[in-house]
C-alpha cells in the first residue's frame, strides 16, 4: 500500500498551471503563452501546435484517453463533449494526437442550449473556444479544456464570455483611473473573489425516496420537524463521523484540481454545510465554483450521499447560499480595496468605495436580477437571508470617515484592542467594525461580501454585472477629476466630488438589521427599490440605463440582454411548471392514495367496535378531520392542474412567468400546507414518503 501524500504533493497534480507549463514548454513558447494570459496577446496556431502536444502527453501520463471544451452554457451548468486522442494510422493501428486546432476551436451544436431566439433550431452551428486565462485540468479519464461559447454569427451563448470581456474593460478603466492618483506602475487590475458553498447532505436512501428531490431539488412536500435549528446547536457542530469522511474526501479531490479548498464546517440548519476557497481571478474561481459543485455531489454519492444545491430543499429551516467576495487587485499586488491603517487619509480607496456606492445605489436593479432565480425566491427575504432590498453595510468606521467627508471635519483613526478579562490569554487588535450578515452587499475589511447569490448559481452573472457597475462608476469619476490630475487642487476637488456623492447616495448605506420589518419601511421611505421575486426584477435587465452601460463596455448588445431576459423568464416558468406537476403526481400516486386507505381502516375499525359495543369516538374524529382534509386536498390537486394548463397557454414570456408567480405559486404552498396538516396527523408507517426528520437527521 503507497504512503498517502501530503497536502502540498497531491495539490494541482491534475492542473496544468503555470508551473507545468514551464517545464513542459520550451522557453520562448512558455513567455508567449505567458503574456498572452497576462497582457490579452492573440495566440497564433504555430504556439497553440506546440501547447496542444506537451499538454496531451501530460494528459495521457494522468490516465486521459479524451479531451473536451467545458464550457457554461444558459442552462445554469456546465456542458462537455468528449472525443477520444485516438488517430487512425495507414497500417490500421492508431496512435494518440491532438493538434492546436482541436486546442483552440470545438463545435458543439448551438441550437439545441437556451438562446432567447438568438438562435433558430435550424441554425445550429456554435463554437467553444479555449480560454487560456483558465487552467484545463484531468478529470475521470478525459482533458477537460475551459471554452467560452459563441452561435455562428457571434451572439455570446454562455456565461463566461461576459465575464471575461467586464474584466477586461474593468481593467482598462481603473488603469486609466489610477493614473489620477499618481499610480504609473499599474498595467492591469483583476477582479477576485471567493465564492463561499454552502449545501445540503442527505442519505441517499431517503433521497431515492422523494420524487420532489429527484425532480426538482427541493421537498414540495413535507412538515417542519419537532426540532429544526431553533437551539443553535448545528452551527459549527463536532462533524458526524459519516460527514467528515465525505467532507476529506471532497477536499482531497478538490486540492488535486488546484482548488484551494480552505474552510470547511456545519452549517445553522441540521444537514447543512459550508465549504470556503482562497479567493482568485473571477474567471479561474468562477469556473473552480462549478467544478467545486459538480465534484460535491459525486463525491457524496461515495459516501452513500447526496449533496443538495437547491436554494432551499427544507422549507421552515434555513436555506443556502454562496457568498461572493469580491474585490480588485493590481498586478503589482495592491488590493484596492484595502482602506489601510488610517482610511480618511487614503483619498484613492475613498474613491473606489464612493464609486461602489454611487453605482449600488443606481443600479440596485442589476444587483438584485444578478443573483434572481426561482429557488433562491424561497430564500431571499427569509430569516436566514438577505432582503431582496438591495443595500451596503459599511461598518461603524467607515461610515464615520464618510461622515467627516461631508461634514468637512477630520476623522481620526482609533487604534483598538480587544481584552478578554482573564491575565492568561493574550490581546488582540479589534477590528475595526462587526460583521453584518443581514446586508446584501456588505464591506468585510478588504471586499465586498455578495451575500445574495444563490448556492446553485453560477457566480458569473453576478460578477460580470458588479465588474460593469464599477466600469461605469470609475469611467464617470475619470472624467469628472482628469482635468485637475496632476495640480495642486486635485485633493480639494476629489473630495468636493466626493461629498456631493455620497449627499446624492448616502440612502444605500444601511447598517442595521436588514431583516427587520422596520428595514422594509424605512428602505420604502429612502426610495430604495424591493423586487421580491425573480419575474419582478428580471424584466429591468433592458432598462435603457443598463442596456446603456452593458453596451458601452462591449459586454452585451442589446439583443443579447433581451435575449438573457427571455432565458431567465423561461426558465422561471419550467421549474415553477415543473415542480406544480411533480407536486400532482406525487399527490395522487403517493399521498391521497395514502390517506383514503388510512381513513378506510379507520372505518373498519369503527364498524369493529360499534359491533363490539364500544366506543370509536377518537376514531371519528381523526376519520372526519383527514376526510375534510382529503376532499380539501383532492380540490386543491385538480385547481393546481387547471392554473398550470392555463398558464402553459400564455404565449408572452412574462406573462406566463406572473402567471406563474401569481396563480400557480399559491395554489402550490396551499397544497403543501393541506399535505403538510394531514402528514402531522396520519401515522409515520402510513405515510409513504419519508419525513424532515428522517432526511436531516439521518445522516
Known amino acids: 500500500m503507497s504512503e498517502k501524500k501530503s497536502v502540498p504533493e497531491m495539490f494541482a497534480t491534475n492542473v496544468f498551471n503555470t508551473e507545468v507549463m514551464k517545464q513542459r514548454l520550451p522557453k520562448n513558447v512558455y513567455k508567449k503563452l505567458m503574456r498572452i494570459i497576462e497582457h490579452g496577446e492573440n495566440l497564433d496556431m504555430e504556439t497553440a501546435e506546440v501547447v496542444a502536444n506537451a499538454m496531451k502527453d501530460w494528459a495521457i501520463e494522468r490516465g486521459a484517453t479524451h479531451y473536451t471544451h467545458w464550457f457554461q452554457p444558459m442552462t445554469g451548468s456546465t456542458a462537455e463533449k468528449h472525443d477520444s486522442f485516438i488517430e487512425p494510422t495507414p497500417d490500421g493501428m492508431a496512435i494518440m494526437q491532438f493538434s492546436g486546432k482541436a486546442l483552440v476551436k470545438g463545435e458543439p451544436d448551438a441550437s439545441s442550449f437556451p438562446s432567447g431566439g438568438l438562435r433558430q433550431t435550424s441554425n445550429a452551428r456554435g463554437y467553444t473556444a479555449w480560454d487560456p486565462t483558465?487552467?484545463?485540468?484531468?478529470?475521470?479519464?478525459?482533458?477537460?479544456?475551459?471554452?467560452?461559447?459563441?452561435?455562428?454569427?457571434?451572439?455570446?451563448?454562455?456565461?463566461?464570455?461576459?465575464?471575461?470581456?467586464?474584466?477586461?474593460?474593468?481593467?482598462?478603466?481603473?488603469?486609466?483611473?489610477?493614473?489620477?492618483?499618481?499610480?504609473e506602475r499599474v498595467t492591469s487590475v483583476k477582479t477576485t473573489v471567493g465564492a463561499e458553498q454552502e449545501y445540503f447532505i442527505i442519505d441517499k436512501k431517503t433521497y431515492d425516496q422523494r420524487d420532489d428531490l429527484i425532480l426538482t431539488g427541493r421537498t414540495l412536500f413535507g412538515a417542519k420537524p419537532p426540532k429544526g435549528q431553533e437551539m443553535d446547536d448545528q452551527y459549527f457542530a463536532n462533524l458526524r463521523p459519516r460527514i467528515a469522511a465525505f467532507m476529506a474526501d471532497l477536499d482531497e479531490e478538490l486540492w488535486k484540481l488546484g482548488i484551494y479548498s480552505k474552510t470547511k464546517h456545519n452549517e445553522v440548519a441540521p444537514a447543512q454545510h459550508e465549504m470556503a476557497p482562497i479567493f482568485?481571478?473571477?474567471?479561474?474561481?468562477?469556473?473552480?465554483?462549478?467544478?467545486?459543485?459538480?465534484?460535491?455531489?459525486?463525491?457524496?454519492?461515495?459516501?452513500?450521499?447526496?449533496?443538495?444545491?437547491?436554494?432551499?430543499?427544507?422549507?421552515?429551516?434555513?436555506?443556502?447560499?454562496k457568498h461572493n467576495n469580491w474585490s480588485m487587485s493590481t498586478n503589482d499586488g495592491q488590493n484596492l480595496l484595502d482602506p489601510g491603517d488610517t482610511p480618511m487619509e487614503n483619498l484613492q480607496f475613498l474613491t473606489i468605495l464612493c464609486a461602489l456606492i454611487k453605482g449600488v445605489d443606481e443600479y440596485a436593479d442589476l444587483m438584485?436580477?444578478?443573483?434572481?432565480?426561482?429557488?433562491?425566491?424561497?430564500?431571499?427575504?427569509?430569516?436566514?437571508?438577505?432582503?431582496?432590498?438591495?443595500?451596503?453595510?459599511?461598518?461603524?468606521?467607515?461610515?464615520?470617515?464618510?461622515?467627516?467627508?461631508?461634514?468637512?471635519?477630520?476623522?481620526?483613526?482609533?487604534?483598538?484592542?480587544?481584552?478578554?478579562?482573564?491575565?492568561?490569554?493574550?490581546?488582540?487588535?479589534?477590528?475595526?467594525?462587526?460583521?453584518?450578515?443581514?446586508?446584501?452587499?456588505?464591506?468585510?475589511?478588504?471586499?465586498?461580501?455578495?451575500?445574495?447569490?444563490?448556492?446553485?448559481?453560477?457566480?458569473a452573472c453576478p460578477n460580470f454585472l458588479l465588474n460593469a457597475i464599477v466600469c461605469e462608476e470609475l469611467s464617470w469619476f475619470t472624467e469628472k477629476l482628469e482635468p485637475f490630475a496632476g495640480t495642486e487642487g486635485f485633493e480639494k476637488e476629489v473630495k468636493e466630488l466626493l461629498k456631493e456623492v455620497l449627499?446624492?447616495?448616502?440612502?444605500?448605506?444601511?447598517?442595521?438589521?436588514?431583516?427587520?420589518?422596520?428595514?422594509?419601511?424605512?428602505?420604502?421611505?429612502?426610495?430604495?427599490?424591493?423586487?421580491?421575486?425573480?419575474?419582478?426584477?428580471?424584466?429591468?435587465?433592458?432598462?435603457?440605463?443598463?442596456?446603456?452601460?452593458?453596451?458601452?463596455?462591449?459586454?452585451?448588445?442589446?439583443?443579447?440582454?433581451k435575449a438573457r431576459t427571455e432565458i431567465h423568464l423561461e426558465k422561471y416558468s419550467k421549474v415553477r411548471r415543473i415542480e406544480a406537476r411533480t407536486m400532482i403526481q406525487m399527490a395522487?400516486?403517493?399521498?391521497?392514495?395514502?390517506?383514503l386507505e388510512y381513513t378506510?381502516?379507520?372505518?373498519?375499525?369503527?364498524?369493529?367496535?360499534?359491533?363490539?359495543?364500544?366506543?370509536?369516538?377518537?376514531?371519528?374524529?381523526?376519520?372526519?378531520?383527514?376526510?375534510?382534509?382529503?376532499?380539501?386536498?383532492?380540490?386543491?390537486?385538480?385547481?393546481?392542474?387547471?392554473?398550470?394548463?392555463?398558464?402553459?397557454?400564455?404565449?408572452?414570456?412574462?406573462?406566463?412567468?406572473?402567471?406563474?408567480?401569481s396563480k400557480v405559486l399559491p395554489e402550490m404552498e396551499r397544497m403543501r400546507t393541506l399535505s403538510d396538516t394531514i402528514e402531522r396527523i396520519m401515522p409515520r408507517s402510513a405515510w409513504p414518503i419519508p419525513d424532515y426528520s428522517e432526511m436531516i437527521y439521518n445522516v
Not at 426584477?537 to 432598462?543: K, L
Not at 395522487?588 to 390517506?595: E, I, N, T
Open 134 to 183: 483558465s487552467w484545463c485540468f484531468v478529470k475521470e479519464g478525459s482533458l477537460y479544456i475551459p471554452t467560452v461559447f459563441v452561435s455562428y454569427t457571434g451572439e455570446i451563448l454562455d456565461k463566461k464570455t461576459p465575464l471575461l470581456r467586464s474584466m477586461d474593460a474593468l481593467s482598462k478603466v481603473a488603469v486609466r483611473f489610477l493614473k489620477l492618483f499618481g499610480n
Open 280 to 321: 482568485t481571478t473571477s474567471n479561474l474561481g468562477t469556473d473552480q465554483n462549478e467544478l467545486t459543485m459538480e465534484v460535491m455531489e459525486k463525491v457524496a454519492l461515495r459516501h452513500g450521499l447526496v449533496c443538495l444545491l437547491h436554494e432551499k430543499p427544507f422549507e421552515g429551516v434555513n436555506g443556502s447560499g
Open 368 to 459: 438584485r436580477l444578478s443573483a434572481a432565480s426561482a429557488g433562491n425566491d424561497h430564500r431571499l427575504g427569509a430569516d436566514e437571508a438577505p432582503p431582496a432590498i438591495i443595500s451596503m453595510f459599511l461598518g461603524e468606521e467607515l461610515d464615520a470617515v464618510l461622515k467627516a467627508i461631508e461634514e468637512g471635519t477630520v476623522y481620526k483613526t482609533q487604534t483598538r484592542t480587544f481584552e478578554i478579562g482573564v491575565n492568561a490569554l493574550p490581546s488582540f487588535p479589534k477590528d475595526s467594525t462587526d460583521r453584518n450578515r443581514t446586508s446584501p452587499f456588505a464591506f468585510t475589511g478588504n471586499r465586498f461580501e455578495f451575500r445574495m447569490v444563490g448556492s446553485s448559481d453560477n457566480i
Open 503 to 561: 449627499h446624492k447616495h448616502r440612502r444605500i448605506i444601511f447598517n442595521g438589521d436588514g431583516y427587520s420589518v422596520e428595514w422594509v419601511q424605512e428602505a420604502k421611505r429612502r426610495g430604495l427599490p424591493n423586487y421580491p421575486s425573480t419575474v419582478d426584477c428580471m424584466p429591468h435587465y433592458t432598462d435603457e440605463k443598463n442596456v446603456r452601460i452593458l453596451s458601452k463596455f462591449g459586454i452585451f448588445n442589446a439583443d443579447e440582454i
Open 588 to 595: 395522487r400516486k403517493q399521498l391521497l392514495p395514502a390517506v
Open 600 to 661: 378506510q381502516n379507520l372505518c373498519q375499525g369503527i364498524v369493529i367496535k360499534k359491533q363490539a359495543g364500544s366506543t370509536a369516538i377518537t376514531e371519528e374524529k381523526m376519520n372526519e378531520r383527514l376526510t375534510d382534509l382529503a376532499d380539501a386536498f383532492y380540490d386543491s390537486i385538480q385547481d393546481l392542474e387547471q392554473l398550470v394548463n392555463e398558464a402553459c397557454e400564455c404565449k408572452d414570456i412574462l406573462e406566463q412567468a406572473q402567471y406563474f408567480r
